[in-house]
């Protein structure tokens, strides 16, 4: 099935949710310029009256709505999975406990409530889970049967927080109710040979399986180090397997009902997959995505970009918040949601606390809009803009100039589907879910490193001039020429071979960050040395995040001398207060390797970032959780890659569409690896002919779109 590219969403239930003027307005304004993909939202709860019996009413008033607002419209069904109200008063003990806070008396509270926690469902609950399949299915079969529900090509199954599958109240230490404990005691059973088994495993004593439960509050007891250890460490990790699995059961068992009532005819799909600006992984996080992406029942994955004003800024990356190149590479659909509000949308200054607003002007709007859609075009992923509007009505791109720019991508959209979209990113940052299973609790207070490999390296790495994939350790592509190991601290024996024979060849460049391998079996410095192939040792205690570059010909001459701090930056905790980070890295790790040349010294004088040339290539390890652009742009270089651009704007690129996101503007130099005639995307103009070098002139605040036409 061919999706569009764009797709416009209405935040908030139908049919309601269409009827505000604003939205009658931007309906009307999106559909005459050319876009006729939606993104509804309706609740299984709306019409789920009783057990068995089901209302549709709305939904098919929306429906209906929609087929007279567009005849060509093609919808994406976002189903709300709450259970019906009735549930609360039949059962109410398959509600979600939670061990930091009360639950709520109510369920009339927001999902993200911070006094107390949500009053919500537990996702535990085998009857809430058997019925709730049930419901979907019936739904499907209904949608087929009429003109107008055909028109839905596909079903996202949104659940738990906002829809987004971060559990319920994650931020009150979820889920210590009755359901949840008795699904845990049932999952050590199959973990566990036997009660002494587990006993021995957990470092306490249990009479009987119905001493098993789930770990309250010492779930945040951690040592100092940036691992997950200490007493309470084994239980609270397999409480946290346990958890995550649970929540990418459900969401499989949702998808896997939609494309068997359909007969497959329907898309089905979640919100999951985050990554990014997800801090709270043990509860609210994606970690069992490596799964997900691979199950046959799931056709895309959803999510919007990343909730940092780095990345929504005028001038900033515009990332999504999950691997996209990664699901791309498993030959699955990511659908951006694009929320980054216009200058007609939110206040965010009163949002996310920001010292000023990101759009002031239509222009700056445009801009935004443009920087969405050249991810969609470069990347390959779809999405949808999110129409929230100033009063949460709608109306978020009711200006003429927006909407005749959206018309215009519109009809760019179709020519860009003609041109040769080959992914030429050469550069690899690559991730390990499995080790965010070993990280301390997001809540101790322990964790120095996860801010730096996640959050910061990636906007350090949208500024190289070049493309960027970012994806898991397994997907790295003979293409990358330089491959950067984030997180990948967890790794077997039998992972260490893997991970070697897939990125120590071909005269690569891996950049090897903080601790690769250090966990998995041995000695943590002994699993890094075998990881990496550079000769590591340990130092006794923490140590300050500062070191001092040398003046090696390997590293640029503008970083010659001169100090780098890394400074872990606090948990996110979306608009609420955040967790401190600790200002020291603990274990720390040094290079002990006499074939290995120093590239930067710890302020206590042993080698924290070293470069070793193999027969392979060229094996850098970085004693740091993160290096600055700098040093990987001069990597990059070094390695062979091509750099299209040295100006520091977010450059984005496969091999027919060239795009660049700028704030400051200027002329920029353009290089591109093999000759092309270039045209502006917008206007049509012919910048340059058949040539690998060509000069431009940026706006201000401003991003461009070139389409690179090869040969002829």
């Known amino acids: 099935m061919q999706l569009p590219v764009f797709l416009y969403s209405a935040p908030g239930e139908v049919p309601d949710s269409l009827y505000t003027p604003e939205r009658r307005e931007q309906l009307a304004a999106m559909r005459e310029a050319g876009v006729h993909g939606y993104d ?28 007279r607002t567009d005849p060509q419209c093609r919808l994406l069904l976002r189903l709300s999975l709450h259970a019906p109200a009735f549930w609360y008063e039949r059962w109410p003990e398959d509600a979600v406990a939670y061990a930091l806070s009360e639950t709520h008396d109510t369920t009339q509270t927001g999902d993200l409530v911070m006094d107390k926690g949500p009053l919500r469902i537990s996702l535990a609950s085998v009857r809430w889970r058997r019925e709730t399949i049930k419901a979907i299915k019936a739904l499907v079969r209904r949608l087929r049967e009429s003109e107008n529900g055909r028109r839905v090509f596909g079903i996202t199954c949104a659940h738990c927080t906002y829809g987004e599958w971060h559990y319920w109240g994650f931020f009150h230490l979820p889920d210590t109710g009755p359901a949840m404990t008795a699904h845990f005691r049932r999952w050590a059973k199959r973990r566990y040979d036997s009660l002494n088994e587990v006993s021995w495993a957990w470092g306490m004593p249990l009479e009987s399986w119905d001493d098993v439960s789930v770990p309250g509050l010492e779930r945040q007891d951690n040592t100092p180090s940036t691992f997950r250890e200490g007493p309470q460490a084994a239980r609270t990790l397999d409480y946290v397997r346990c958890h995550q699995a649970l929540v990418a059961d459900t969401l499989l068992a949702s998808c896997r009902a939609v494309k068997q009532a359909s007969d497959g005819e329907i898309l089905a799909g979640a919100f999951y997959g985050y990554f990014f600006n997800t801090p709270w992984r043990d509860e609210g996080g994606h970690l069992e ?68 607003e990101i759009a002031k002007t239509p222009a700056d709007s445009i801009a935004l809009v443009r920087r969405d859609a050249a991810r969609a075009f470069t990347q390959g992923n779809r ?139 041995g000695g943590m410095a002994d699993g890094i040395t075998t990881a990496t192939g550079v000769r590591l040792r340990q130092l006794p205690e923490a140590a300050e995040p500062l070191i001092r570059f040398t ?31 600790p200002p020291r890295l603990q274990p720390v790790f040094f290079v002990d390797d006499p074939a290995a040349e120093p590239l930067a010294h710890w302020s206590t004088g042993q080698t924290a970032i070293a470069a070793k040339r193999e027969p392979w290539g060229v094996s850098i390890y970085c004693a740091l959780p993160m290096v600055p652009r700098r040093l990987l742009r001069h990597l990059l270089r070094q390695a062979g890659g091509h750099i299209y651009c040295e100006s520091e704007d977010v450059w984005l690129a496969n091999r027919g569409v060239l795009a660049v996101h700028t704030r400051d503007g200027g002329p920029r130099m353009v290089r591109l690896p093999e000759p092309a005639t270039v045209v502006n995307g917008h206007t049509g103009e012919v910048v340059a002919k058949k040539t690998a070098v060509f000069e431009i002139n940026l706006p201000l605040r401003s991003t461009t779109i070139f389409l690179l036409e090869h040969g002829g």
Not at 553 to 570: N, V
């Open 40 to 67: 509804i939202q309706w609740s299984l709860q709306s019409g789920w009256t009783a057990p068995g019996v089901y209302d549709y009413r709305t939904l098919d008033e929306a429906l209906e709505y929609m087929a």
């Open 289 to 356: 995505y490596p799964r997900v992406v691979r199950s046959k029942w799931v056709d895309f994955l959803a999510g919007p970009q990343a909730y940092d004003i780095r990345c929504r800024d005028i001038g900033g990356t515009g990332l999504d918040r999950g691997l996209v190149a990664d699901v791309l590479a498993h030959r699955k659909i990511w659908l951006s949601e694009a929320d980054t509000p216009t200058h007609l949308g939110r206040l965010m200054a009163y949002f996310w606390r920001t010292p000023d």
């Open 383 to 521: 999405f949808w803009w999110y129409d929230f509007g100033r009063k949460f009505t709608g109306g978020e791109y009711l200006d003429e100039e927006i909407m005749a720019d959206i018309a215009q991508l519109v009809r760019l959209s179709q020519e860009v589907q003609h041109l040769d979209r080959t992914p030429v990113a050469q550069v690899a940052i690559a991730y390990d879910l499995e080790s965010c299973y070993h990280l301390p609790h997001w809540r101790a207070g322990a964790d120095s490193v996860s801010s730096g490999v996640i959050e910061q390296l990636i906007i350090e790495a949208q500024y190289l001039g070049a493309p960027v994939d970012l994806l898991r350790w397994e997907n790295v592509q003979p293409r990358h020429r330089l491959a950067v190991v984030a997180n990948a601290f967890h790794l077997s024996p039998t992972e260490r071979r893997k991970l070697r024979k897939i990125l120590c060849r071909d005269g690569r460049t891996v950049l090897w960050l903080y601790a690769p391998g250090a966990l998995g079996d």
């Open 551 to 581: 003046n090696s010909p390997l590293l640029p001459a503008s970083l010659h001398g001169t100090d780098f701090r890394y400074e872990a930056e606090p948990v996110w905790m979306e608009k609420y207060d955040p967790i401190p980070a």
